[in-house]
């Protein structure tokens, strides 16, 4: 069964950094890009950044760029979110999924197998 778990979420002052991790079981990870989603309370899901199966191409939404850096292990099953320069309109709930590829749409509609999310919460 396909699954991808959240963590590294929390509280953190504007300015701050925070690094999410999605881990992965149960499917080839190797073989998949993997995004990051969030969603704030009253929001639409937001795509925030992708990274593909082998770690060449990465996508960033425009509200992110510069600040935050997606990685990926595939050794460990893992992918990374660094975020930087936290702002308080990061905070929000943060998904990972896994989609055949990574482009630039991170239309969210596109991947599956979510993970149950870990809350970023950026105030003062």
């Known amino acids: 069964q396909s699954q991808l778990v959240e963590s590294g979420g929390g509280l953190v002052h504007p300015g701050g950094s925070l690094r999410l991790s999605c881990a992965a079981s149960?499917?080839?990870?190797?073989?998949?890009?993997i995004g990051w989603f969030r969603q704030a309370p009253g929001k639409e899901r937001e795509g925030v950044s992708c990274?593909?199966?082998?770690?060449?191409?990465?996508n960033y939404a425009d509200s992110v760029k510069g600040r935050f850096t997606i990685s990926r292990d595939n050794a460990k099953n893992t992918v990374y979110l660094q975020m930087n320069s936290l702002k308080f309109e990061d905070t929000a709930f943060y998904f990972c999924a896994r989609r055949a590829i990574c482009d630039s749409s991170l239309d969210g509609r596109r991947y599956d197998s979510w993970g149950q999310g870990t809350q970023v919460t950026v105030s003062s």
């Open positions: 990274i593909s199966a082998g770690g060449r191409t990465t």
């Open positions: 149960g499917f080839s990870f190797s073989n998949y890009a």
